[in-house]
């Protein structure tokens, strides 16, 4: 069984930064694109950044700039560091894969989220 789990959320004042980790577990053979998404309260799930297996990355323009997507290959493991935040950042943060558990099955799979609060 494959799971995604975010960590990193709080709250923090507009201006200040946040560092949100996700850490895919199970029996993963393969790890594709990676990506973050976000939800406000009201609003549809958006995409936020993506991060190619080979390190190619692409941001929705609203972050652009102030986020930085990342990954470490050896730990599963894909980040997002955002800094300049504000209060329109305020959403659950989710990460998600495309990762293969086999050499014939590859699926997109989701994080349960974390909660990003910025306010003063």
């Known amino acids: 069984q494959v799971q995604l789990v975010e960590s990193g959320g709080g709250l923090v004042q507009p201006g200040g930064s946040l560092r949100l980790s996700c850490q895919a577990s199970g029996s993963i053979f393969s790890i594709y694109h990676m990506r973050w998404y976000r939800q406000a309260p009201g609003k549809q799930r958006e995409w936020v950044a993506t991060?190619?297996?080979?390190?190619?990355?692409y941001y929705a323009d609203s972050v652009k700039g102030r986020f930085t997507i990342s990954r470490d290959n050896a730990k599963n493991t894909v980040n997002l560091q955002m800094n300049s935040l504000k209060p329109e950042d305020t959403a659950v943060y989710y990460c998600?894969?495309?990762?293969?558990?086999?050499?014939?099955?590859?699926?997109?799979?989701w994080g349960q989220g974390t909660q990003v609060t910025v306010s003063s």
């Open positions: 998600n894969a495309d990762l293969s558990i086999s050499t014939i099955t590859t699926n997109t799979y």
């Open positions: 991060i190619t297996s080979g390190g190619n990355t």
